[in-house]
């Protein structure tokens, strides 16, 4: 399978961007090991070609996003790269149908996150009381995706807790993850 990593990890306030980087690296060595062809697309990285770009997207079969969750939301790099590499008569088209020109021939998507948040604080408070599952935190990258005709979610690895929290368990349970779904 041909698959391109997104990754978008990078440093802000007490995060810098290591456990992104760290679960790229141990994606690219877990799935290249499948004998997997893997392309990484660094989003935070200011020299990024674009024709570059959207050459690996139309060539992946398999999206995997690597990226923090920062307000709620995609890092400002990735909204960038997405802006940037997603275009007309490229990716989509318009058609009668809102969201039915997809021309992104990747089948399937997987989003790997990490955010201090605790996983047992989704579904509780005022800010989190209508968000009971990561992905209701990722919709607009889930959104984009299907919009793309990229409609095969592979389920998201969320990665919690991770500034306050211990991380020691991420990448025993991450590459479970991975083994289990390629």
Do not use: C
């Not at 929290?165 to 289990?180: A, R, S």
Request: no cysteine.
């Amino acid at each position: 399978m041909n698959i391109l990593l997104v990754t978008a990890g990078y440093s802000i306030f007490d995060a810098k961007g290591q456990l992104n980087g760290f679960l790229s690296y141990l994606t690219d060595k877990n799935l290249s090991d499948k004998n997997h062809k893997v392309k990484i697309s660094d989003v935070t990285k200011e020299t990024l070609n674009m024709d570059r770009e959207l050459d690996k997207l139309l060539w992946a079969d398999t999206l995997i996003y690597i990226t923090p969750i920062m307000w709620f939301n995609m890092p400002a790099p990735l909204v960038r790269w997405l802006d940037e590499v997603l275009l007309y008569q490229k990716t989509f088209i318009i058609t009668d149908e809102y969201g039915e020109g997809g021309q992104v021939p990747a089948e399937s998507f997987m989003i790997v996150t990490t955010s201090n948040m605790k996983s047992s604080d989704l579904g509780k408070g005022f800010v989190l009381k209508n968000a009971t599952h990561i992905d209701d935190l990722l919709q607009p990258l889930i959104m984009t995706n299907h919009y793309l005709s990229i409609r095969n979610q592979i389920p998201t690895f969320h990665a919690d807790n991770v500034i306050a929290g211990n991380t020691d368990w991420i990448e025993k349970v991450y590459l479970e993850h991975l083994d289990q779904h390629f």
